[in-house]
């Protein structure tokens, strides 16, 4: 029932902002609908830790741990954007980013658009996360880049249709890979009894049959499994729509994009990686995340190095992350999958938030530029400046950031595990793109001022931002107790108990 | 023994007899499918007619490749055309491996043909023989690709084993490698005998030809016998395509009456391609002549996919 | 179920064969094609072919959710992405594919190439017990991929990577057919929803693109670097 609630609602709210006939409207509708669902996933997060696991349709719906956590990160993100998003798009509105006709016709159907599309795009990610049929989460995963890719044209400007093409064209490739990756999964439990129905997709039912399952198809769907979903997460070298996508959706959008889009991406991955795991032993699928992970480390060390704008830098630190959380896994074990959860939720926290913070200063100061900027956010947005600065350095890891424990637990598992090589390469990839980030991040924050006016109130975007940066903070310290079960029960689905 | 010598001489004089008519045929089909009336089909006859009643003029400059060409080409083609089965599956000549014979030679023709143009010295000539060494550098290898593939299938490369061991097999054209290969030797067909879309046999213009421009400096009985080598050359590649895919009605042997009815069967066969490459010419336009290194590379990768997959199929 | 005695299941493999045989060399007429327009009516006749092997394959099988893939692609593919396609090409005005970045004899002797290495992968399925339903369809399903993958990075108008990403799908979906027998249905459903909207989505995308650039040479998107 409850999952059934949690799909419907975005729907419903998609559809009332696509028939709402004023921008209160669609606000309003946006809001409750995104307020809802993070009561349904908080909800369902009970009832999973309860229970243990959610089945519902026969098998059809599934929610287990790692289920209940991405959901619930995915709707708390929502839910922040959604607020973020009334007071960002009232300013465009006012600036004139969103088309210059005085009758505000072209500008409400913009905003219709966009209250329309993003709930219908949360939808996608949620179902993905209950989906049981390896096929219906491909369907799922597919919709996402569908519904997103109008959001990145947003603006409408050259750079972003440039944007779209690549997140679109590159995209479609990796899922096409996905897919073929699922037909070959599936053809390994072509032996399974029952396996013509629709049941014999489910994950929970190979799950439970891996020894049965054809080890050289297992292997080739895991490596296109990894080369597709792994191109939706941003992994190196199929990472190259995401700076744009980034840099040219609108912010709440990225920042759901980053944080939200990431984690289902990944738990696409965490999915096959546990059939995988099991029917091969970890040595191979672990190799080749490993592999991939410390590429994408590695390759965003450089670009963030030389970054001179912002939102850039982000998408870069974006697959740096997506690499951590990628090597995490590869290392497996009880202590790389629980610092790949704790990191997941760290990261969904932080992330969102420096993408907040971005767009205040973007949208106050006009430039996504470093040089634009010279270094008086602190004078001008004395509050944004303080929680940029402060989202920044928990997310390159400084302690008594949540992230620092998160990365700690990392390189503690790779030394642990016998990876030596893998910790050493991941403290020294982390060390540059530490370097990097807070150089440039400090540059536009800290400096002399200039002669920018100070921003206004806006109480929509920097109640936003204090809600996450009060809960960055907190959560460094403690965090909660069912969270911290919910995140031990998700890293014990990898394991297997 | 005698019989051999019966069949050459038959299949010698169908050769003959039959090419300057399928010229012909193509020729007036294609102007009644542009609402022409056409030459009618005899004109090619009555053309060789002229031609060997006029007087020639020869260049100074050339050398005895010029008159020698005309008839090396001629005999060459004749006797490839002796090699191929055309009205029996058993081919009346039987060379050192039938099918490196027929291509062999054609080559040989080509390639004398080539020299004659380049020998007279004119500037047309030499381009004609370029281009046409360039188009035949990638058709030669789709044909011989093409036609081993139906070696293979028949375990030999004896044309009279090929068309044996269609015979009896009339659905095998559907397989994939006799597909694919039929294919391939269709557009070798096309590019070898110089038709739309590689080359316009048809065309005054001197920059368009290839053929044409080789032999520009040849009259009198010497184009007579190169215009009649050219047609009994697209007979014999017609009749190899036909026979090697579809050998419907190709006799044992020439018999009697059996012969009869396998002539019967060799017109309708022709009718019939003669009639698709009437439709190709018309529709299309003639290729650039740098697009049609594109085309033959189709042609090649189609018969190199055909024998391949005669080992993987 | 009309009842045909003579679709046996010999003359059933023997369609099947040649029907995947026509996927083939269309996928490497495709990679030789210089008009869009051309193009798209290539990709609608491979689809077309495809929708027959489906249709054959759900006979000799009694799978009757085949059927509806088959139903499926012909609507889908066959009628409806072309004619969106090519009222785009129309409303575009256009009409030619520019030189590939590789050039077109080289890219159709590699896609010769590709074509080999998809019937090796494919040896690796091919299990002898089973109906050899599967071997042929199968090593042209995984060329049809790799093919529409190197035509997607060849090919330089927007309009022809669409539609090489449209028969890399189309490869899955022989792909899909020859190892599992088609996906259930609500899987089937959703993909073909998916393809339809993808179809949609990237049509919009391009036309935009021809209005900002005044081309749809993806090599002009450049100005997002670093």
Known sequence: ??????????????????????????????????????????????????????????????????????????????????????????????????????????????????????????????????????????????????????????YGKVTSLEAAWKYAIIGGVGLSMALFGTIVAYYAGDSLAGSEALSGWNWSVLAQHTAQLDKPSMRLAFALILLGYGTKAGLAPMHTWKPDAYSEAPVPSAAILSSAMLNCALYGLIRFYILASRCLGAEYPGRLLLLFGLLSMGISVPFVLVQKNYRRLLAYHTIDHAGIMVTALGIGGALGSLGLMLHMTFHTIAKSLLFLCAGNVQQH????????????????????????????????????????????????????????????????????????????????????????????????????????????????????????????????????? | MIERLIENVAQLILLLALAPLVTGTIRTLKARLQTRRGPGIFQPYRDLRKHFGKSMVIPETASWIFTATPWIVFFSTVIAGLMIPMVAADAPLGLFGGALAVIFLLGLGRFFLALGGLDSGS?????????????????????????????????????????????????????????????????????????????NPATHLELTMIHEAMILEYSGPYLALIEWAASIKQLVLMTLLINCFWPFGLQPAWFGFGALKGIAWLLAKLFLLSCSIVLLETVNAKLRLFRVPELLAVAFTLGALALVSTFLF | MLMRPFLTMQLGDRI?????????????????????????????????????????????????????????????KVVLVPILFERLVDRMQIHKEIEPIVNVPLSVLIAGGLTLVGYVVAESFYRPDEGGLGHNALAVAISLFLIGFFTMINRRKALTQVLA?????????????????????????????????????????????????ESIDVSRLRRLRG
């Open chain 1, 1 to 154: 029932m409850l999952i059934i609630a949690l799909l419907l609602i975005p729907i419903a709210a998609a559809a009332a902002s696509f028939l709402a006939r004023r921008r209160a409207g669609m606000e309003a509708v946006n809001l409750a609908g995104s307020a809802a669902v993070f009561l349904a996933a908080i909800a369902l997060a009970a009832q999973v830790l309860a229970r243990g696991t959610i089945s519902l349709g026969n098998g059809f719906f599934f929610a287990d741990s790692l289920s209940a956590l991405v959901i619930l990160l995915t709707a708390s993100v929502s839910l922040v954007c959604s607020t973020y998003s009334i007071g960002y798009l009232r300013d465009d509105q006012n600036s004139g980013a969103l088309g210059n006709e005085e009758g505000g016709d072209q500008q409400l159907k913009q905003l219709r658009m966009y209250y329309s599309l993003t709930p219908l795009f949360v939808f996608s990610m949620l179902f993905m996360a209950v989906a049981n049929n390896l096929g219906v989460m491909w369907v799922a995963i597919e919709a996402t880049t569908l519904a997103s890719i109008f959001l990145v044209t947003f």
């Open chain 3, 16 to 76: 099947i064969t040649l029907m995947a045989a026509l996927v083939l060399v269309l996928q490497i007429a495709m990679v030789a094609q210089r008009w869009i327009v051309t193009h798209i009516r290539i990709f609608a006749a491979q689809s077309f072919f495809l929708a027959i092997i489906a249709a054959t394959i759900a006979w000799l099988n009694h799978a009757p959710h085949i059927y509806i893939a088959a139903v499926l692609t012909l609507v889908v």
């Open chain 2, 123 to 199: 500037s047309f000539g030499g381009l004609g023989s370029s281009r046409e060494m360039t188009i035949s550098a990638l058709a030669e290898p789709a044909m011989m690709l093409a036609i081993f593939t139906v070696a293979i299938g028949a375990g030999s490369t004896g044309l009279t084993e090929i068309a044996g061991a269609a015979i009896g097999q009339n659905w095998r054209f559907l397989a994939p490698a006799q597909m694919l290969a039929f294919a391939a030797l269709a557009l070798v067909l096309i590019a070898e005998t110089g038709r739309i879309p590689v080359d």
């Open chain 1, 365 to 497: 100061f006009r430039t996504e530029l470093f040089s634009g900027i010279k270094g008086s956010v602190l004078r001008a947005m004395p509050l944004t400046g303080v929680i940029f600065l402060m989202a920044m350095l928990a997310i390159i890891g400084m302690p008594p950031f949540s992230l620092f424990q998160s990365e700690f637990l990392i390189v503690r598992a790779a030394f642990d595990g016998g990876h030596a090589l893998t910790g050493a390469l991941f403290v020294l990839f982390g060390t540059g793109v530490f370097a990097g980030a807070l150089l440039h991040v400090v540059g536009m924050i800290l400096g002399p001022p200039g002669d920018t006016p100070v921003a206004g109130r806006r109480p929509w975007r920097n109640g936003s931002l204090l809600v996450l940066a009060a809960a960055l903070v907190v959560i460094g310290f403690w965090v909660p107790a069912p969270l911290l079960q919910l995140i031990r029960g998700a890293a014990q689905v990898v394991t297997g108990q």
């Open chain 3, 165 to 213: 990403l449209l028969s890399l799908e189309n490869g899955l979906f022989l792909a899909a057919i020859s190892l599992t027998y088609g996906m259930p249905l609500i899987v089937e459903l959703g993909v073909f929803f998916d393809v339809l909207v993808a179809a949609m989505v990237l049509g919009i995308l391009v036309y935009r693109i021809r209005e900002s650039f």
